[in-house]
Structures are given as C-alpha cells and as structure tokens.
C-alpha cells in the first residue's frame, strides 16, 4: 500500500510513480490512498506500506503523522515501510528523517525497508522538478525488489 496526503496534487503524482513502480515488478500489486481514506481494518493484508506527505515546516504533516499514530495500534510486526516526502529548496530529507522516527517510535515492529525519498518541488504549489518523477518510479521498483527478496 502507498498512503499519502498531498495539498496541492504534487505529492500524490509522486505517490502514483512509486506505484508505477512498483507495479513493474512482477507478483508484486499496489494500492493507492490517501492517508484519510485508508482502511486500517486491511492494513494487516500489506506485506509493506509506503507513507508520504509534503514537507510542513521541517517535518511530516499533521495528517501523515495522526495516521503513523493509529497504526501503532495495529499488529503489524514483521511488516515493511519506507517513507517519502515532496520539498521546495531547503528541507530536504527532513521530513523522511522526521518520519522514519516516528514509525521506529509509535510502530516498532515495522521495519525500514529502503531508506526516505525527497522529491523536489518548485515552489508550495508545484510542479514537480525536471528528473524527479522518474526517481520515485525506481524507488518503487526498489522496494517491490526488496520485498520478492525478503522472506
């Protein structure tokens, strides 16, 4: 599963490219959501979720972090995360630092399965900079490599 919240779309075209990739490796699906519309009920049913959100002053939104809170509250030991966040110039990789945190903290049986993403935006409202989506397109593929790898 990848869950996002995303303000002005950028963050979910991100989300979407992990997807894609995701969905390149064979035996390996993708469900997209936004973090408010999720149902924690199946979340169990992922082998991995992928988290992301914009960058909101140094750290992961309000939203992103209320929805790392109640997975703390699901069984989901043995299972894998990665993070992701979008940036304008300064904050890079804060809010995956920040986040990754935050799961090791309210959610330790999950475990890190490809280290954060930060994707480079121009601007609070967009677009997405030339050369970054096709890096969230790898980090996908990445993490399903990692999962047909990992027993």
Known sequence: MVAYESRYGNTKRVAGAIVEGIRLV???EAVLSDVKDVDLDAIADYDAIVIGGPNHMGGPT?????FVDKLGTLPLKDKR????DTYTSRDFEKATRKLEQRIHEKVPGLKMIAPGLSVK???MKGPIA?????????FGTEIATQLMASP
């Open 81 to 84: 995360f990665a993070v992701f």
């Open 121 to 123: 935006v121009q601007g």
């Open 130 to 138: 030339d050369g970054e989506l096709p890096k969230c397109t790898e």
């Open 62 to 66: 309000r939203g992103v972090k209320k």
């Open 26 to 28: 064979e035996e390996v």
